[in-house]
Each structure stands twice: as structure tokens, then as C-alpha cells.
């Protein structure tokens, strides 16, 4: 097979853009400070973990006078409203919420001191009801994994339940039947006995608390205090509870902080974002310093003209996840017009010896295919290969679970999310501390959080020329990767029928992937708008070509090694729950993803939030007005898989909701 044509710009001008990129990494590798940026991560956990609003509030306006005073332009806390009603695309802020204390205790068959706040944070859910200052005092009912319908069967009233799984999902249930307070014993390491869960989404519709939800205390334990409780009850012992919570909501903001390493003149920026308001270090304290050292040292370095001053500005947004990314995407239309890439750091920063912390790189849906993905890759080689022993990382598609929604084509901004471990799981958990932030990993995040946006801030027409030529790179690995998966399916098919559906889909397959490598390779133009694409655009069809009879080749063998004639291809049989999709276009109403969180759960019909679930937002992002539903779903099929969802039924809910336009063609 011969392999397309590869550099389509001289190897000279290829040359000394990647010396560009290892300058900027030497440069930047010689000046991050691990120890700066493990104070700054210990700075922001001592407010974040508290996870109450006037705590977010400090961490804003430290972050944003940490940056001014080393130098940084526009450093400046913003204040979202959290009134509980306001909505940011379709989702609803949240109230404010604080708490000055909190404790669960066991007062029968004897007395144990169960949760403290104020010794540890994370026993209380965040935004948790209060209780009358004398507390609550109630017999303890164990409702197991809280499945719905065995919930809806129990006479709950006046009781504090205990369930064994997170119950943000089924807490607005638990408040309709009248519980006085739920205990979680639930947790995402049951390996940490001695741990607390913590839960951080108490909304009866969605995530935060909004002025329609019920205001229900909540706890957890540990799963050595949950088992032991559950022993008592087995037992047949009176279990007696008492939780007091002192906390209060109000119409108040939910502050985010903003500061600029300005470019040449002109509005272009490139952007790294990061949440804060989670109480762990790894999650999301390390994002947050690494974020704040990678500012300080671009500054400093094009401060002491170390690095040229960047053609376009850098910012950087820590914020509430979600909640803040998405009130700064509507609040600043013009800037986001003019993002053109972002690197979203919400990672750990796990010790270099544990197993599973190395970084991997999250990359664009396939919807939003841009250059920037191969440029990612790129940097994370040529950085991880410099460290001594050089460090793996690796790839991954896109996933939802934070802020990578600014991929989106409503919103349009091409995103990377590295993410790593923290080698052992503490995600929302009590002993997610700064004691297991390895400063290498912290060092590394830096390191490439930096090096990413000053090279694509500082980028002109020839270093498109060469991040084309990176994505032309990937696209004929990811070409190949496809036909390989493809000649899999037809060398394992014993029959016509199924030789003649291999054939449709590898072809499918062929179309679809070399028509992302395209997109991605077209995306430099927002680089530089001049650059001469054809010859690469020319080579991957040349590709396209090859591989296309490379296929056909492949049957050809197949069906002469079966004893059968010439195979023609055979598409799938309609699926019946797309049956007049192809007649049907949805246009959307605002830009993001949709939670649901104003629509009651009962009101839903059985269908899920789109707030993290991947199939739905990448779903939604390939409906652009313009193609049929069946289109998108068949795109949404290519890039993520076969399914069985219902994506008319859904689609159709949306419309009588008004979260969707649907719109009846007749072509």
C-alpha cells in the first residue's frame, strides 16, 4: 500500500515550527515554580472546601488579586446571579447557600457522634436544607439503593432515611414523601472506610437548589458508619437520629474570577478554564494553581522578553463548574466569537508511582473536528518525552463532565480537557487533600496548560500551515484506524448477507472519518484565513481513494475465499424508531447542553437529563438547523456507536417542552 503524501510544506519551515514549540516548552519548563503553584493549590482548598458561597467568594477574589499582583491585566471577580431562577443557556442558577454549622448524631440505642461539619466539610451535603436549632430527632429507616418505585411504596414521613446510594437523584421524591433528613453511605471508593462522600447535587430537578426545590437536610457517612448502623437495624434495635443544620439560602451570586495576559492588539483569545467550588484538592484545587502558575510564569517570561508577546490575549476563567462557563459563554457572545481554542484543566494531580495518573487528553467532539486535537497530542509528546524518564499520556474521545461543552457548535469554541488520576479514586471525597498532590504532576500540568495557549495565542500563518499538516498527520492515522477496525468486520463475515453489510458499513465508516480529518484540517482558518489548504485537502482524498479500494480489495478476497460472486452492498434495515426522522429538523433555542432543571421529574416522561450524558449532548450538537434528525442520529451513530435510544421519542419530548424547534420538511 503506498502511503499518501506527507509534508506538504518543506521540511525547513516544518523544522522550525517545532522548534517554536520546544522553545516555548524549555522556556516555560525553566520558570514553573511547583512550590508557588502547591501553596496557591493549598490557598484555594482551605476556602473551597468549606463549598459554601461566601467561601467561593474568597477563593474568586483571591485568585483574582493573586494575579493582579503579579502582573496580570482585567483581574477582576464577576458576580453571576445564584437566585435560584435566572437561567444561563437552559440552565437554571442555583441560590446561595451557607452554613454555619452542622452535626448528625446517634442518640439511640446510644450515643456516637456521626458527622461534623466543621471537622469534616464533606459529611454535609452541600446546599442541605436546615433544620429547626433544636434539630431534628427521628427513627432511622434504611431504604437501601432508594429505587423509585420501592420508595414510592414506604411510609416515610417524619423519618431520617438512610440509603446506600447517592440519592441526588431521587431526593425530590424523599421530600415529597416527607422525610425529615437523608443519610448517604454511599461513595465511590469503598475501599476508603473511614471516608465521607460528598454530595454536591441537592436539586429536587437537577444539580444546585433552585427556588422550586424542596429545602431537605442531608448527610453522609462512612461506609464503615453506614455498615454498622445497618447492623444495628438488622438487629431489630431502635435507631434514633438527630440532625442539626444551621444553614440558610438567598438570592446572592455565585462569583467566578477573570484575569488577561493581553496579546497584540486586537480581540482574538485563547482560553484556559478551570472550576472552582469543589471541596478536594485534586478536584478542583490543582486545576486552579496550575491555571494560576502557568499566567504568572507566560507573564513574567514575556515580561522579561523571554517570549515575544503573544498576537492574540490569554485568559483565564476559574469559575463553578458549568454554572460559571456557561453564565460567561452567554454574558460575553463577541468574546466567544473570537476564542478560538480552550484547554479546560479539571484534573488531579496524582503521585508519579500510583498506577492510572498519567494525563489523558479528552479531545473535541467529532462535530467540532479542529486541528487542535493533534495539536494537543503534539505538545503532550514533545513536553512528556523531555521528562527524565519520559512520561507516558494517552487519548481519549470526547466525554462530558465538565466544562468541555464550549465545544459545542452554538458555541463554538474548540476544547481540550487532560485529565489524570489521582491513583487512588477520591473523587468527591474527604480524603481528596492536598497530601496526595505529587508536585511533579502538578509541575507537568503547568507546564502544558501553558505551553498550549501561548503557542496557538502567538500563532501566524505559518504555524497553521504547520498544525494542518499535524492534523493531515492524524487524519490518515485515524483513516487507517478505521479501515483496519473495517477489514475486522469483513474478514470475520461467513455469508453474503453479512460480507454485503461489512461492505456498507466500512464504506460508511470510510466516508465519515475522512470527512472529520477535512473539518480539522479546514479549522486552521481560524488561525490564519489565507493558508492554501488544497493540497492537503487534495491528499486526503487521494487517501480516501486508496483505502476505498483497499476495502473493496479486501471483499473481493473475502467473498472468493467463501466460494461467492461479487458482493454488493447492503445498508442496515430502517430502524422503526426513526420512522419519519428523515422528514424532520430540529433547531435549537440556546447554546449548551439541556439539564431538564426547570422541568419537575414527574413531568419528564421517563426521559433523562442531557446535563452529562454524552450520546445526548453529542446528539444535540450534530442538530445545526440544517440536517434531518435522521442525519444527526446517523452521525451521532458514526461517531460513538450502535444504540438502541429512541432519539425521535426524545427529540419530540423536547419539542413539547420547549427546549427544541422542530421543524416538519418535505424533501
Not at 493531515?472 to 474478514?491: K, N, P
Not at 416522561?605 to 445545526?624: F, I
Not at 435522521?630 to 435510544?645: N, S
Request: proline letters at 6%; glycine letters at 6%.
Amino acid at each position: 500500500m503506498r502511503f499518501a503524501a506527507f509534508l506538504l510544506i518543506p521540511a525547513a519551515l516544518m523544522a522550525q515550527a517545532e522548534l517554536r514549540l520546544n522553545t516555548v516548552i524549555r522556556a516555560v519548563q525553566g520558570e514553573v515554580n511547583p512550590d508557588r503553584a502547591m501553596e496557591m493549590m493549598r490557598e484555594v482548598w482551605e476556602r473551597d472546601r468549606w463549598f459554601t458561597f461566601p467561601k467561593i467568594e474568597e477563593t474568586a477574589r483571591y485568585v483574582a488579586t493573586t494575579l493582579e499582583k503579579a502582573g496580570l491585566s482585567e483581574a477582576q471577580v464577576i458576580h453571576p446571579p445564584a437566585d435560584g431562577a435566572t437561567q444561563v443557556g437552559f440552565w437554571t442558577m442555583p441560590l446561595a447557600w451557607d452554613v454555619r454549622a452542622a452535626r448528625l448524631e446517634l442518640v439511640e440505642p446510644e450515643y456516637r457522634l456521626l458527622a461534623d461539619y466543621h471537622v469534616v466539610p464533606a459529611s454535609l451535603v452541600m446546599w442541605s436544607g436546615p433544620t429547626p436549632p433544636e434539630g431534628v430527632t427521628a427513627e432511622l429507616v434504611d431504604i437501601g439503593a432508594g429505587r423509585q418505585a420501592e420508595v414510592e411504596k414506604m411510609e416515610l414521613a417524619g423519618k431520617i432515611v438512610l440509603t446506600s446510594r447517592r440519592p441526588s437523584g431521587i431526593k425530590w421524591l424523599l421530600a415529597r414523601k416527607g422525610v425529615a433528613a437523608v443519610v448517604s453511605s454511599d461513595t465511590e471508593n469503598r475501599d476508603l472506610v473511614d471516608a465521607y462522600d460528598w454530595v454536591n447535587s441537592w436539586g429536587d430537578r437537577g444539580w444546585g437548589v433552585t427556588k422550586n426545590d424542596s429545602y431537605l437536610p442531608g448527610f453522609t457517612v462512612t461506609p464503615r458508619q453506614g455498615a454498622w448502623l445497618r447492623s444495628l437495624l438488622a438487629a431489630g434495635r431502635r435507631v434514633r437520629l438527630r440532625a442539626t443544620v444551621d444553614s440558610r439560602y438567598w438570592e446572592g451570586s455565585y462569583a467566578y474570577a477573570t484575569a488577561l495576559l493581553k496579546g497584540a492588539p486586537g480581540n482574538e483569545e485563547v482560553l484556559m478554564l478551570g472550576h472552582t467550588a469543589e471541596q478536594g484538592a485534586q478536584d478542583n484545587a490543582t486545576g486552579i494553581a496550575a491555571m494560576a502558575e502557568a499566567m504568572i510564569v507566560l507573564n513574567r517570561l514575556v515580561e522579561a522578553g523571554k517570549l515575544a508577546r503573544p498576537r492574540r490575549s490569554i485568559r483565564l476563567l476559574a469559575m463553578g463548574e458549568v454554572y460559571g462557563s456557561m453564565h460567561y459563554v452567554v454574558a460575553n457572545p463577541e468574546r466567544i466569537r473570537n476564542t478560538i481554542a480552550a484547554i479546560c484543566i479539571d484534573t488531579p494531580a496524582g503521585f508519579y508511582h500510583l498506577a492510572g495518573t498519567e494525563y489523558t487528553f479528552y479531545l473535541n467532539p467529532h462535530v467540532a473536528s479542529s486541528y487542535v486535537d493533534a495539536f494537543s497530542l503534539r505538545l503532550a509528546a514533545a513536553y512528556f518525552s523531555r521528562l527524565d524518564p519520559p512520561r507516558r499520556f494517552h487519548e481519549a474521545r470526547y466525554m462530558m463532565g465538565t466544562d468541555t461543552f464550549l465545544a459545542d457548535p452554538t458555541i463554538g469554541v474548540p476544547t481540550v480537557w487532560p485529565y489524570g488520576s489521582s491513583g487512588v479514586h477520591t473523587h468527591h471525597n474527604s480524603e481528596d487533600t492536598p497530601d496526595d498532590v505529587d508536585p511533579r504532576s502538578l509541575r507537568d500540568l503547568s507546564v502544558v496548560t501553558a505551553a498550549f495557549v501561548y503557542f496557538l495565542a502567538s500563532a501566524d500563518e505559518l504555524d497553521a500551515r504547520w498544525l494542518a499538516e499535524l492534523a493531515l498527520a492524524r487524519g490518515y492515522r485515524q483513516t487507517l484506524a478505521a479501515v483496519d477496525s473495517a477489514l475486522e468486520g469483513m474478514l470475520s463475515a461467513s455469508d453474503r448477507h453479512a460480507l454485503g453489510r461489512a461492505l456498507y458499513d466500512a464504506r460508511e465508516r470510510l466516508a465519515y472519518t475522512v470527512a472529520r480529518q477535512i473539518e480539522a484540517v479546514e479549522s486552521v482558518q481560524r488561525l490564519a484565513p489565507r493558508p492554501d489548504l488544497k493540497p492537503f485537502l487534495a491528499s486526503l482524498e487521494s487517501f480516501r481513494r486508496e483505502q476505498g479500494a483497499r476495502l473493496d480489495r479486501a471483499v473481493k478476497d473475502r467473498a472468493a475465499a467463501l466460494g461467492l460472486d461479487a458482493i454488493q452492498a447492503i445498508p442496515p434495515p430502517a430502524d422503526p424508531k426513526l420512522a419519519g426522522a428523515e422528514r424532520i429538523i430540529v433547531k435549537r433555542k440556546r447554546p449548551g447542553t439541556l439539564p431538564l432543571d426547570d422541568l419537575p421529574v414527574p413531568e419528564r416522561e421517563g426521559w433523562p437529563s442531557g446535563a452529562w450524558d454524552t450520546r445526548l449532548a453529542t446528539a444535540l450538537y450534530w442538530c445545526d438547523g440544517k440536517r434531518t434528525l435522521a442525519e444527526a442520529v446517523r452521525l451521532t451513530r458514526l461517531e460513538l456507536g450502535p444504540d438502541e435510544f429512541d432519539f425521535l421519542g426524545y427529540f419530540r419530548f423536547l419539542s413539547r417542552k420547549g427546549y427544541v424547534e422542530i421543524v416538519e420538511t418535505t424533501r
